[in-house]
């Protein structure tokens, strides 16, 4: 399992204008193939008002 969060902050000032959190899992499907599926919360913010954005997200990764 893993959690991460990105703060994102305005270059003309310091504002906060953007914040991801993730949260999710890694898994073996077999020795070359792995998996991922997360959720994201990405909240951003545009006028002074914050909206938010909920991602359920899945990653393949095919190693040679």
Do not use: H
Request: charge should be positive; charged fraction near 20%.
């Amino acid at each position: 399992p893993y959690l991460a969060d990105e703060i994102f902050v305005s270059l003309n000032g310091i504002n906060l204008d953007r914040n991801r959190l993730y949260c999710g899992f890694a898994f073996s499907i077999s020795k070359n193939i792995k998996g991922d599926i997360y959720y994201l919360l990405q909240s951003s913010k545009k006028s002074g008002a914050w909206t938010d954005a909920n991602v359920l997200g899945t990653k393949l990764k095919l190693i040679f």
